[in-house]
Structures are given as structure tokens and as C-alpha cells.
Nanobody, 126 residues
Framework: VQLQASGGGLVQAGDSLRLSCAAS????????MGWFRQAPGKEREFVAV????????YYADSVKGRSTISRDNAKSTMYLQMNSLKPEDTGVYYC????????????????????WGQGTQVTVSS
């Protein structure tokens, strides 16, 4: 299982970025996909998750309204469009995967995702 995050960079406050996560998961469409981030000196935190159907999504309050998570099952790729970026969005962004299920709970904790990518750095200057 390999998850490859990309799309990070150095941007100014107010700019936008689109992160991508390419997955080599067998039956990608069966996995829930999530984005997490880790700022220097802080714990890794949840950003957003998308269910297998691609339409059920859940966001951290810190990015809600500014970010959109999506997936393209045909390309085995997940995306995170981030707009109106703030300096506090700075960190390493990781994509993660867990086997999808039919329940209603959105999983947002790192131990609940067994598969992780290597991360892509996002730096937002003020």
C-alpha cells in the first residue's frame, strides 16, 4: 500500500493550494480517505475525510468553509482544495486511508487510519 501526497508549497496568506494523494490501494473505492496535518512542535491533527461514496465529507472546524475534499475513484486519487490560506495552516499534510464501512460515524483520529503517505509541506507566509 502506497499513498503519495503532493501539491504543497510556499504561498502567501489568502492564496490557494490543491493537494493530491495518489494511492496504490487495491480497490481504492472501498477506502475512506483523509487528510491530516502536523505543525512544528504539535501533534498531528485531523483536517478532512471523505467516505467511499465521495459525497459524504467531514471537516475540522479550522478548515471548514475554506477547504474541499474530493476523490476520483477512477484515478485512485484524493484531493484537498484549500482556499484563503492562513499562516496557521502551515504544516506537513498527510493523506491516510482506512477501509470503508457502512456506519454513520466519521473517523478522525490518527490510530483509526492504518495507511499513511509521506506528507507534503505547506507553508503559508503572512
Amino acid at each position: 500500500v502506497q499513498l503519495q501526497a503532493s501539491g504543497g508549497g510556499l504561498v502567501q496568506a489568502g492564496d490557494s493550494l490543491r493537494l493530491s494523494c495518489a494511492a496504490s490501494l487495491r480497490r481504492f473505492s472501498s477506502f475512506e480517505m483523509g487528510w491530516f496535518r502536523q505543525a512544528p512542535g504539535k501533534e498531528r491533527e485531523f483536517v478532512a475525510v471523505v467516505r467511499v461514496n465521495g459525497t459524504s465529507t467531514y471537516y475540522a472546524d479550522s478548515v471548514k468553509g475554506r477547504s474541499t475534499i474530493s476523490r476520483d475513484n477512477a484515478k485512485s486519487t484524493m484531493y484537498l482544495q484549500m482556499n484563503s490560506l492562513k499562516p496557521e495552516d502551515t504544516g506537513v499534510y498527510y493523506c491516510a486511508a482506512r477501509l470503508g464501512y457502512s456506519g454513520s460515524i466519521f473517523y478522525t483520529n490518527t490510530p483509526e487510519f492504518p495507511y499513511w503517505g509521506q506528507g507534503t509541506q505547506v507553508t503559508v507566509s503572512s
